[in-house]
């Protein structure tokens, strides 16, 4: 089956750790996305990639680290930096550009 | 700058009665694109439609349906005939010409009393 993984579904963290929430795509799609959630509120994106070896900040993107190696994973680190990290966060994919987004299940952060 | 609102935070129907979710946008991009998807409880997005700017027909799939309004830089949603299932937070976004990012407004949460 075709879709988007992300690992874990909860983490937590204590303060000061610097934490990776993997996502993981088999769609050949060449876009990849980061968003954060916070209750009540709709999606900010943190960065995105439109091929490998590259990304780009989004609107929220400090405290905050990606890479793209492959085209297959996007993953996310949440550093010691994000002051206020407890959201939940999904990765999202595309064909590119104009083409809607796909999301996975998302990973529920919480900072102890 | 490109925004999008959802001016209806929380709407409450009971089940059988048809329900419009409104959303307004705002673009300079003379080309962009508009969706709506559906978050359930599960917190997963699930895609529902994509339009293109230089479309403007309106779109029905079920009991879905979408009318979309460049004059009035509207893209409402309506949910015919509602059911419980359709409970969820229903977002709106738009996409210019930023790399397809998407804008998302704030979120509608339906509730479908049965």
């Known amino acids: 089956d075709g879709g988007i993984t992300q690992s874990p579904k909860y983490l937590f963290r204590k303060e000061g750790q610097n934490v990776t929430l993997s996502c993981e795509q088999n769609?050949?799609?060449?876009?990849m996305y980061w968003y954060r959630q916070d209750p009540g509120q709709g999606l900010r994106l943190i960065y995105y990639?439109?091929?490998?070896?590259?990304?780009q900040k989004g609107d929220i993107a400090e405290g905050y680290s990606v890479s793209r190696e492959k085209k297959e994973s996007f993953p996310l680190t949440v550093t010691s930096a994000q002051k206020n990290p407890t959201a939940f966060y999904l990765c999202?994919?595309?064909?590119?550009?104009?083409?809607?987004?796909?999301f996975g299940p998302g990973t529920r952060l919480t900072v102890l | 700058a490109q925004k999008v609102t959802q001016a209806q935070t929380e709407i409450s129907v009971v089940e059988k009665e048809d329900v419009t979710l409104d959303c307004v946008y705002e673009?300079?991009?003379?080309?962009?694109?508009l969706f709506w998807y559906k978050q359930p409880p599960s917190g997963e997005l699930v895609f529902l439609i994509r339009?293109?700017?230089?479309?403007?027909q309106n779109e029905i799939s079920g009991r879905y349906s979408w009318n979309f309004q460049k004059s009035t830089s509207s893209f409402n949603f309506t949910i015919t005939a509602s059911q419980v299932v359709d409970s969820a937070v229903y977002f709106c976004?738009?996409?210019?010409?930023?790399?397809?990012?998407?804008?998302f407004g704030q979120g509608t949460e339906l509730s479908v009393k049965p």
């Open positions: 976004a738009l996409s210019g010409r930023g790399g397809g990012k998407l804008i």
């Open positions: 769609l050949n799609h060449d876009a």
């Open positions: 673009t300079r991009d003379t080309t962009y694109y």
């Open positions: 339009r293109n700017s230089f479309d403007e």
């Open positions: 990639s439109q091929i490998v070896n590259d990304f």
């Open positions: 999202a994919s595309n064909l590119g550009l104009a083409n809607e987004q796909f």
